[in-house]
């Protein structure tokens, strides 16, 4: 069984196409002898945003703190700490932070 901090998880900065001002932990993964799926948590700085972009596996999303925007190819909803989301396979999607404050989510992803 793997029990830590999150702080003691490793805060990567991903370098992908599209992004602005964001930090990853994998708090769960693959590395830990997790076989089906990952958890990471978020951290997207004011202003700072993932790729607008879709894939061919579903994700769920639980705001931890702050507030945003999800933007899909013609809209855009707002949300706020204590949000959750699922988000299906080919759905084009967006998380912004629109705030002053920090952005935290946790995103869980199965393996391909």
């Known amino acids: 069984m793997k ?3 999150y702080s003691e ?5 991903p370098t992908e196409d599209g992004i602005k001002d964001i930090k990853v932990r994998w708090l769960i993964s693959k590395k830990d002898g997790a076989k089906n799926f990952a958890m990471r948590l978020f951290e997207i700085k004011p202003s700072g945003y993932t790729p607008l972009h879709q894939h061919d596996w579903e994700h769920e999303v639980f705001v ?4 945003g925007v999800t933007r899909e190819k013609n809209n855009e909803n707002s949300f706020k700490q204590g949000d959750v989301f699922f988000v299906p396979p080919m759905e084009w999607h967006q998380f ?3 705030s002053n404050d920090m952005l935290k989510f946790l995103c869980l992803i199965p393996y391909k």
């Open 3 to 5: 029990h830590v901090h």
């Open 9 to 13: 998880v490793e805060l990567e900065e």
């Open 64 to 67: 931890l703190e702050g507030k």
């Open 96 to 98: 912004v932070n629109t």
